[in-house]
């Protein structure tokens, strides 16, 4: 064989086999970094700390609410909006803003337990595919408490931080215009 042929096939085998090893690599790198561990269901125990007198419900819900990834689905202040196709109502998940006006605080222990199947907006398409998963396993009563205490406790933000949202109640009771 020539040895211009040879040096050209080995310089064209050593470009492709440099692009192939840089695109394997992108490919394990993605797989490390993908965002899906975020919405599959997991069935790990989620280690937390023992309750101290300090871990008031308020701010134990609150941790309770980011240590099981609500907000994926939820978002991270409880906003919502996360697309969910031929989900029931307009395709979205709903937010948890003024939870009260459509819960008891026992049927909100009770979804939060049992989970939820998502209804259809249109039964001739496919189930959606983000549910509520049940916690039931994971949850003790005093952490299914402490969850639905902060999810009652979320508003629709106007101005207010989540350490506010407490504090902002207390004040309106001082001033009388509260409950």
Known sequence: ??????????????????????YGFLGYRARLWSPLWAIEPTTRHVARAPATPVDIPFARGRRLYRELRCGVCHGPE?????????????????????????????DLKDRLRKGSQTKKLEEDKPQAPL?????????????????????????APAGATEEAAP??????????DGT
């Open 78 to 106: 409880g906003e919502g909006g996360v697309k969910n196709p031929n989900a029931d109502p307009d395709g979205l998940v709903p937010n948890l803003y003024d939870l009260a006006d459509g819960f008891t605080r026992q």
């Open 1 to 22: 064989m020539d040895p211009g042929a040879r040096n050209l096939i080995l310089v064209f085998v050593a470009v492709w086999g440099g692009i192939f090893s840089f």
């Open 167 to 176: 504090e902002s109640e207390e004040a309106g009771s001082e001033r009388g």
């Open 131 to 155: 549910d509520m998963p049940a916690w039931r396993d994971l949850l003790s009563d005093g952490d299914v408490e402490a969850l639905a205490e902060y999810l009652f406790s979320l508003k």
